[in-house]
């Protein structure tokens, strides 16, 4: 597979459908991903043709695992995140709003960066299997994706808080209930139900969809500005913990499969 292949694009009517395709490396973002992803984005709000944008990935085990940690430990932050278009945020999409609406299409799991993805969307269709968390706490980390202010804002916030400071996941089904996810179908109706879902939302006036989804998340100038806060707050955790032993512990611990032990510093 090259680099071109780790996402591949194909527009079906005024459909634009982006799959990630890196299933032997549980569909994990790298430098590849995060660029074709973000090129996707910017195609899909660029083309008054395309109406609506569906993203998936290839196989049913896993949505997205997150950062490549491969690429991270061999290329460092580049290797994930390109300097020149880190404005996208991860995976090139998650500071990265724009006019056309977004149906994520989750099948299997969906932890850590997989569900910053899934709250950087419009709209939610999940397989039965999938599953919903942010399990950073456990690796000395944070949601550093947005996770942690979208989730609050998605669904009631005892629930959010609990799933934020456990780190456990959520079932789909669970994710439905408290209005994180729209549908649940069996893992084989997933795509055919978000393209669905898409030629429904496709039928409407273009001008008027774009113009309803702009309004309702408050996009201006391609961000976010009620965010802005919490981004700037996330960015400054982040450096502070980039410099914590107890992260450096949590990687190390996850990778050697043992249990962590923290210091607290």
Excluded at 53 to 76: H, I, Y
Excluded at 181 to 186: G, L, Q, S, T
């Amino acid at each position: 597979m090259t680099d071109q292949d780790a996402v591949l694009t194909e527009v079906r009517d005024h459909v634009l459908l982006v799959t990630i395709n890196r299933p032997r490396a549980a569909n994990s973002v790298n430098a590849e991903v995060h660029t074709l992803l973000g090129e996707a984005w910017e195609r899909a709000d660029g083309d008054d043709t395309i109406r609506t944008v569906v993203l998936t990935a290839t196989g049913d085990s896993t949505f997205c695992g997150g950062a490549d940690l491969k690429a991270l430990g061999t290329r460092g932050p580049d290797g994930v995140t390109p300097p020149e278009t880190a404005h996208w945020g991860f995976a090139g999409i998650t500071r990265h709003p724009i006019s056309t609406p977004v149906i994520v299409a989750v099948t299997g799991n969906a932890l850590g960066g997989g569900t910053e993805i899934a709250l950087s969307g419009d709209l939610v269709i999940a397989s039965t299997t999938a599953r919903f968390g942010l399990p950073e706490v456990h690796r000395g980390l944070i949601a550093g994706a947005g996770g942690l202010f979208r989730l609050v804002d998605a669904i009631p916030r005892a629930i959010a808080m609990e799933l934020i400071l456990t780190g456990e996941p959520m079932t789909a089904q669970d994710a439905a209930r408290w209005g994180l996810v729209n549908h649940v179908v069996e893992p084989e109706r997933v795509l055919d139900t978000a393209l669905e879902l898409a030629e429904k939302i496709s039928a409407g006036a273009p001008l008027a969809i774009k113009a309803s989804k702009v309004i309702a998340r408050g996009i201006e100038d391609g961000r976010i500005p009620s965010e802005s806060a919490a981004w700037a707050e996330t960015d400054r955790a982040l450096a502070r913990l980039s410099t914590s032993s107890d992260t450096v512990e949590g990687i190390m611990a996850f990778m050697e499969k043992r249990a962590p032990r923290w210091t607290g510093h």
